[in-house]
């Protein structure tokens, strides 16, 4: 196989016996009348789940999906259809029933003219073949007895396995063609422990675009089963957490989920043509501390939030969206892009074809500053040292958000202390960020577990922060 645009052809146009003279028929029947854009999406997409519980295999799923969207837009109105069938008729049925929501008018010809690709960001294999299958189960076995030797007070271990292999391909109504092979692995183990009847669990694991030997290097998928253990050892020690307004330090990587739920959100395009959001029309302006400079890039290698062409055939970049705690830009699709008249990012994100795109974050984190963790720590005399974050609930309007923290510590004169829990963050995305006093030099990505929800629609993502102090936030707590 020449390249990526070749493999989706044979994967997803030849055996419905669709060549470029079918591609262009299809388009000039989505435009035959004067519309400001459109577009084809095919894709093929297979996925395996294995689900091991107590030493059992407990679920082994196999889905393969395969279909096209047809989107035709003009001004802010959009006509889409999709269709699981990809030959000819179908095809030309679907942009017909796009094509119906516009307006009558100017008819036009669409050739396909070019082929637009970039280089990969991480290979094309197919991570469902990358290991037997009595591998994978054998991988489950060990993570669960790694758990379980770990310490005698584990009482159920389940570890999930998950991989995933998508081809697309993208036509525009200008004729350019781009395409993209996409393998996604993740590795997730779940554990809970007892002692004297209280129990505790707790959960972490790792993801990458690449095959599944990723999980056997070194010791790196058994390191998933030891610290799911040691966190849900933690939390059995754990005391009420204070409640209050107080200084709390986010530690690296994870953490860095409330930057996408709180800031990162915000930034997309759509909220911001809608004035929907905190940030909008405020580009230009001060909205961080100084230290505060945040990146949204779906251009790093092999990361769980990377696409080496996002689902409107756009190279991903790195776009600057905080610089120095001025509000740079907003990431964007093309439909935002065009009627806020900027250029698109490669922000422009789908679950699969049956779904409309919208701008997305892919892997969006804070640079780091210039602080040593431990100088931050010293630094704090009553305060919150948030490590792991388990989920929470954001505003887009108001930035107003709410976190719980599954694990967290008090730090007492400058040191990190006994561990609490119950404890919840409680602020606002962009006032938090203008509290933002000391930065790591410390700045870590998450493991590649991310998922993001957005209009029902779920895509993977990655985050990353360093260390950060954050003078004031709202703790919510258990202690009386």
Same mark, same amino acid.
């Given at each position: 196989? /020449?390249?990526?645009?070749?493999?989706?052809?044979?994967?997803?146009?030849?055996?419905?016996?669709?060549?470029?003279?079918?591609?262009?028929?299809?388009?000039?029947?989505?435009?035959?009348?004067?519309?400001?854009?459109?577009?084809?999406?095919?894709?093929?997409?297979? @996925?395996?789940?294995?689900?091991?519980?107590?030493?059992?295999?407990?679920?082994?799923?196999?889905?393969?999906?395969?279909?096209?969207?047809?989107?035709?837009?003009?001004?802010?109105?959009?006509?889409?259809?999709?269709?699981?069938?990809?030959?000819?008729? %179908?095809?030309?049925?679907?942009?017909?029933?796009?094509?119906?929501?516009?307006?009558?008018?100017? /008819?036009?010809?669409?050739?396909?003219?070019?082929?637009?690709?970039?280089?990969?960001?991480?290979?094309?294999?197919?991570?469902?073949?990358?290991?037997?299958?009595?591998?994978?189960? *054998?991988?489950?076995?060990?993570?669960?007895?790694?758990?379980?030797?770990?310490?005698?007070?584990?009482? @159920?271990?389940?570890?999930?396995?998950?991989?995933?292999?998508?081809?697309?391909?993208?036509?525009?109504?200008?004729?350019?063609?781009?395409?993209?092979?996409?393998?996604?692995?993740?590795?997730?183990?779940?554990?809970?422990?007892?002692? %004297?009847?209280?129990?505790? @669990?707790?959960?972490?694991?790792?993801?990458?675009?690449?095959?599944? $030997?990723?999980?056997?290097?070194?010791?790196?998928?058994? !390191?998933?089963?030891?610290?799911?253990?040691?966190?849900?050892?933690?939390?059995?020690?754990?005391?009420?957490?204070?409640? !209050?307004?107080?200084?709390?330090?986010?530690?690296?990587?994870?953490?860095?989920?409330?930057?996408?739920?709180?800031?990162?959100?915000?930034?997309?395009?759509?909220?911001?043509?809608?004035?929907?959001?905190?940030?909008?029309?405020?580009?230009?302006?001060?909205?961080?501390?100084?230290?505060?400079?945040?990146? $949204?890039?779906?251009?790093?290698?092999?990361?769980?939030?990377?696409?080496?062409?996002?689902?409107?055939?756009?190279?991903?970049?790195?776009?600057?969206?905080?610089?120095?705690?001025?509000?740079?830009?907003?990431?964007?699709?093309?439909?935002?892009?065009?009627?806020?008249?900027?250029?698109?990012?490669? %922000?422009?994100?789908? *679950?699969?074809?049956?779904?409309?795109?919208?701008?997305?974050?892919?892997?969006?984190?804070?640079?780091?500053?210039?602080? *040593?963790?431990?100088?931050?720590?010293?630094?704090?005399?009553?305060?919150?040292?948030?490590?792991?974050?388990?989920?929470?609930?954001?505003?887009?309007?108001?930035?107003?958000?709410?976190?719980?923290?599954?694990?967290?510590?008090?730090?007492?004169?400058?040191?990190?202390?006994?561990?609490?829990?119950?404890?919840?963050?409680?602020? %606002?995305?962009?006032?938090?960020?203008?509290?933002?006093?000391?930065?790591?030099?410390?700045?870590?990505?998450?493991?590649?577990?991310?998922?993001?929800?957005?209009?029902?629609?779920?895509?993977?993502? !990655?985050?990353?922060?360093?260390?950060?102090?954050?003078?004031?936030?709202?703790?919510?707590?258990?202690?009386?």
């Amino acid at each position: 196989m /020449s390249n990526t645009l070749d493999l989706a052809r044979e994967t997803l146009l030849s055996p419905a016996g669709i060549d470029d003279h079918h591609l262009q028929q299809i388009m000039n029947k989505l435009m035959s009348s004067q519309l400001d854009a459109a577009d084809l999406y095919f894709q093929y997409s297979r @996925q395996e789940s294995w689900v091991l519980d107590d030493g059992i295999i407990r679920e082994g799923n196999f889905n393969l999906e395969q279909g096209a969207g047809l989107r035709a837009i003009s001004g802010e109105k959009t006509g889409f259809s999709y269709t699981e069938d990809l030959h000819l008729e %179908n095809l030309l049925e679907a942009a017909s029933c796009a094509h119906a929501i516009t307006h009558a008018g100017q /008819s036009g010809r669409i050739a396909v003219a070019s082929r637009q690709n970039r280089e990969l960001l991480y290979p094309s294999l197919n991570p469902l073949e990358s290991i037997p299958d009595a591998r994978k189960i *054998e991988l489950l076995k060990q993570l669960d007895a790694t758990a379980r030797a770990a310490d005698p007070r584990v009482k @159920q271990v389940t570890v999930n396995l998950v991989a995933s292999h998508d081809t697309v391909l993208v036509m525009d109504n200008q004729g350019h063609l781009a395409a993209d092979v996409r393998p996604l692995v993740l590795c997730y183990v779940n554990v809970i422990v007892e002692q %004297n009847g209280r129990r505790e @669990q707790a959960g972490t694991g790792g993801g990458s675009r690449g095959s599944l $030997d990723y999980f056997l290097e070194g010791d790196r998928a058994l !390191g998933y089963a030891r610290e799911a253990v040691r966190q849900a050892l933690v939390n059995l020690e754990a005391v009420d957490t204070p409640a !209050g307004a107080m200084t709390v330090v986010l530690g690296p990587g994870w953490p860095g989920i409330l930057l996408h739920e709180a800031v990162g959100h915000g930034l997309e395009g759509d909220f911001n043509r809608k004035g929907l959001s905190a940030f909008s029309g405020r580009i230009g302006e001060k909205v961080a501390s100084p230290l505060c400079t945040v990146v $949204d890039d779906g251009t790093l290698p092999n990361r769980r939030g990377s696409l080496s062409v996002d689902d409107e055939g756009t190279p991903t970049s790195n776009t600057m969206l905080i610089e120095n705690g001025i509000l740079k830009g907003y990431m964007q699709d093309k439909l935002n892009a065009r009627l806020m008249g900027m250029q698109p990012t490669g %922000n422009g994100r789908r *679950e699969s074809y049956a779904y409309l795109p919208l701008p997305r974050m892919t892997n969006t984190y804070m640079l780091p500053g210039e602080h *040593e963790p431990e100088e931050i720590i010293r630094s704090v005399r009553n305060g919150l040292y948030a490590v792991n974050f388990a989920g929470g609930q954001v505003d887009i309007t108001s930035g107003k958000f709410v976190f719980s923290l599954s694990e967290a510590y008090l730090i007492e004169d400058g040191r990190i202390t006994a561990p609490v829990k119950g404890a919840t963050l409680i602020g %606002n995305g962009p006032e938090v960020l203008t509290r933002v006093s000391m930065l790591g030099n410390d700045l870590a990505l998450d493991q590649g577990v991310g998922t993001c929800g957005k209009d029902g629609q779920s895509v993977p993502v !990655g985050v990353g922060q360093p260390t950060m102090k954050v003078d004031e936030i709202t703790v919510g707590g258990t202690a009386v």
